[in-house]
């Protein structure tokens, strides 16, 4: 079981980035963001639920990020806009054992892709 994430990258302040995640191996119930931000703790950010699609964001990030599924490709995407220099952080793809946004509960995680936004 693996999940990749990738298109990370540097980004202006205001900007917009794209970040999709591909599953492979399975399929997940539900996958999510988190990042971790330099000499921070990892938070959650987003999470999507694989059938109906109800999704869940953290508040600093609700109206600027969208995540979103294609199931076919087993992939969600977190869309990314209005970013600020406070988005730097290291974005991880993960899955969870149940249908959750508490992070010890994430059995599976992508690699990391680094996002820093520039002032």
């Known amino acids: 079981v693996q999940l990749q994430a990738c298109e990370g990258g540097l980004v202006q302040a205001g900007g917009l980035r794209r970040l999709p995640c591909t599953a492979s191996?399975?399929?997940?119930?539900?996958l999510a963001w988190f990042r971790q931000a330099p000499g921070k703790e990892r938070e959650f950010v987003a999470a999507?639920?694989?059938?109906?699609?109800?999704?869940y964001y953290a508040d600093s990030v609700k109206g600027r990020f969208t995540i979103s599924r294609d199931n076919a490709k087993n992939t969600v995407y977190l869309q990314m806009n209005s970013l600020k220099p406070e988005d730097t952080a290291v974005y991880y793809c993960?899955?969870?054992?149940?249908?959750?946004?508490?992070?010890?509960?994430?059995?599976?995680w992508g690699q990391g892709t680094q996002v820093t936004v520039s002032s």
């Open positions: 999507i639920i694989r059938i109906g699609g109800a999704t």
């Open positions: 191996g399975r399929t997940f119930r539900m």
């Open positions: 993960a899955a969870p054992s149940r249908i959750t946004t508490r992070e010890g509960d994430y059995d599976y």
